[in-house]
């Protein structure tokens, strides 16, 4: 059993471990100051951007690549630009899959600290800026530290979410051998392959995988309630 799984090819998996992990450092980064202004602006421009944000959630995975192909592409002012200056392609390498996965996994990053930043009591978020805090300083010494079940949520929803990508990726990356190759496309091409057995194999890793970090995220959030209880 050992020597078996030690025999797999597990660079499907690091990279797609590599891939999440770098979007949701780079999605946190983006989110918080933008989950903090939805949360707390009325403006008319609110529903909009809520709208843009949760578009990811709704629309096929195949349209969503496709737009971010033809906007990554060397026929793209953008594409062309990093070309010709930098002689960086944003396609059908792993640059272009962090780019398609911020996109794609962005509304469950910014919707569960959003969710968390509304739950903060506005006694609190004022009583901050009387004391003389800034913004900044309230965002991150107060609000924070008091909405920590939201913010994990945010973060291993989103890692969980990048693992089991699949369209988006196929589309801006493709399938190239330790580079664009993650687990979903490695089951993907098993199974057009008709190896079934490494298809179930790699399957049940990613569904193992995938259990462990959502049992883990409502644990924690369940003894968070608990503890508030019995305080």
């Given at each position: 059993?050992?020597?078996?799984?030690?025999?797999?090819?597990?660079?499907?998996?690091?990279?797609?471990?590599?891939?999440?992990?770098?979007?949701?450092?780079?999605?946190?980064?983006?989110?918080?100051?933008?989950?903090?202004?939805?949360?707390?602006?009325?403006?008319?421009?609110?529903?909009?951007?809520?709208?843009?944000?949760?578009?990811?959630?709704?629309?096929?995975?195949?349209?969503?690549?496709?737009?971010?192909?033809?906007?990554?592409?060397?026929?793209?002012?953008?594409?062309?630009?990093?070309?010709?200056?930098?002689?960086?392609?944003?396609?059908?390498?792993?640059?272009?899959?962090?780019?398609?996965?911020?996109?794609?996994?962005?509304?469950?990053?910014?919707?569960?600290?959003?969710?968390?930043?509304?739950?903060?009591?506005?006694?609190?978020?004022?009583?901050?800026?009387?004391?003389?805090?800034?913004?900044?300083?309230?965002?991150?010494?107060?609000?924070?530290?008091?909405?920590?079940?939201?913010?994990?949520?945010?973060?291993?929803?989103?890692?969980?979410?990048?693992?089991?990508?699949?369209?988006?990726?196929?589309?801006?990356?493709?399938?190239?051998?330790?580079?664009?190759?993650?687990?979903?496309?490695?089951?993907?091409?098993?199974?057009?392959?008709?190896?079934?057995?490494?298809?179930?194999?790699?399957?049940a890793l990613m569904v193992l995988?995938?259990?462990?970090?959502?049992?883990?995220?409502?644990?924690?959030?369940?003894?968070?309630?608990?503890?508030?209880?019995?305080?």
């Amino acid at each position: 059993m050992i020597e078996f799984f030690a025999s797999l090819d597990y660079t499907p998996f690091i990279l797609s471990f590599k891939l999440a992990g770098l979007t949701t450092l780079i999605l946190f980064v983006i989110s918080l100051p933008l989950a903090w202004f939805l949360s707390q602006t009325n403006s008319k421009i609110k529903p909009f951007l809520e709208a843009i944000t949760a578009l990811p959630i709704v629309l096929p995975p195949s349209v969503l690549g496709f737009y971010i192909l033809v906007s990554l592409s060397h026929n793209s002012p953008l594409g062309s630009f990093f070309e010709n200056i930098f002689g960086i392609s944003l396609v059908f390498n792993f640059t272009s899959l962090v780019i398609a996965s911020c996109f794609y996994s962005l509304p469950f990053m910014v919707q569960p600290l959003q969710g968390g930043f509304e739950s903060i009591n506005k006694n609190m978020i004022e009583a901050s800026y009387i004391a003389g805090k800034s913004q900044m300083q309230t965002l991150l010494q107060v609000v924070l530290p008091n909405m920590k079940p939201a913010v994990l949520t945010a973060i291993i929803i989103t890692f969980a979410h990048t693992v089991g990508e699949f369209g988006v990726v196929l589309m801006v990356g493709g399938s190239i051998e330790s580079e664009t190759k993650v687990a979903s496309i490695a089951i993907y091409e098993m199974v057009e392959m008709m190896d079934y057995e490494g298809a179930h194999i790699y399957s049940a890793l990613m569904v193992l995988i995938s259990f462990i970090i959502l049992l883990a995220v409502y644990m924690f959030n369940s003894s968070k309630r608990i503890g508030g209880f019995s305080k």
